[in-house]
């Protein structure tokens, strides 16, 4: 039997139509690597930080799980490609009984498998948290759907606008010509470096409550690349000088009460550091907590 997320009641695919539950929380995995072209390991995360969330409490000062007015369903792993039947139906179901979804990744391009399905309309944003753009047309050169890809498959699948779409904290060396040059013009999308979240915390939650202010619906995606290397240090691309943690923090506390969905990407860890999986597992409570009040 597959371990539960700490504080989740096991919920099975089958019995999701039937539950009456008001206030829910949907947990799910999607253990899927699309494409590599740097370190594997993503896909091991679902059932690492599962494992790793019953070495927590889940109480602390400001939130205790045991006491929350939500319901945590962990409802399994599903296979993107597989089981995107599966996938539609979370979405259906949540969309019926006002669920919010919380998925554990896999590599970034799962974002595609969920969002894709989700319901848009021009009141409905996105925001990722990331050191990359992920807004290549193809990465690697010739592949269109991987982890480099994915916000630009999105805004093509849902015709989204520039102004639906904010991007946070990049930082990154390894940016493709192609997706620099989107950022940089910033015809596509709204980009908050890392770099003014690091010099002008006003400016930048001032961006971001302008933003959310505009919309009724939000999705989060949250790269573990987009926090610095110090605080999870088994990055498949390693990139400095990115976010901390109070940064991401704070911006959440803005941007949570209108999302309905978040997934929590990339966090690879390997045999010798597993501080990717404490810090993992450290940020999925905050961000019940901070969905809580
Ligand atoms: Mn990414």
Do not use: C
Not at 212 to 230: H, T
Not at 269 to 275: R, V
């Amino acid at each position: 039997m597959k371990r539960t997320f700490l504080g989740f009641f096991k919920k099975s695919f089958a019995s999701l139509d039937s539950f009456e539950e008001n206030n829910t929380l949907i947990l799910f995995g999607l253990p899927f690597e699309r494409v590599k072209a740097n370190k594997r390991g993503s896909r091991k995360a679902p059932n690492a930080l599962r494992k790793k969330s019953l070495e927590f409490s889940a109480v602390s000062t400001t939130f205790n799980i045991f006491q929350s007015r939500i319901n945590y369903f962990d409802i399994g792993d599903y296979h993107p490609i597989r089981e995107k039947e599966k996938l539609q139906e979370i979405w259906n179901v949540a969309l019926k009984k006002n669920t919010k979804i919380l998925v554990l990744g896999g590599d970034h391009s799962i974002t595609y498998d969920t969002l894709s399905k989700a319901p848009w309309d021009e009141k409905t944003a996105l925001i990722w948290f990331d050191a990359h753009a992920d807004l290549s047309d193809e990465y690697p050169s010739g592949i269109f759907q991987s982890h480099g890809t994915v916000f630009a498959n999105l805004k093509d699948k849902h015709k989204l606008k520039k102004d639906q779409m904010l991007f946070i904290g990049g930082h990154a060396y390894t940016q493709t010509i192609g997706e620099y040059k989107k950022i940089q013009d910033e015809t596509e999308i709204i980009h908050i470096p890392a770099q003014s979240v690091h010099s002008n915390k006003n400016e930048t939650l001032k961006i971001v409550t302008d933003f959310v202010s505009r919309f009724d619906r939000i999705y989060v995606s949250i790269d573990s690349d987009a926090f610095d290397q110090a605080y999870v240090p088994t990055h498949a691309t390693m990139e400095p000088f990115g976010l901390t943690p109070q940064q991401v923090i704070e911006i959440l506390e803005i941007v949570l009460p209108k999302t309905s969905y978040v997934d929590i990407v990339e966090f690879r860890h390997t045999f010798f550091n597993k501080t990717a999986l404490n810090f993992g597992v450290g940020l999925i409570f905050k961000i019940l907590e901070i969905w809580e009040k």
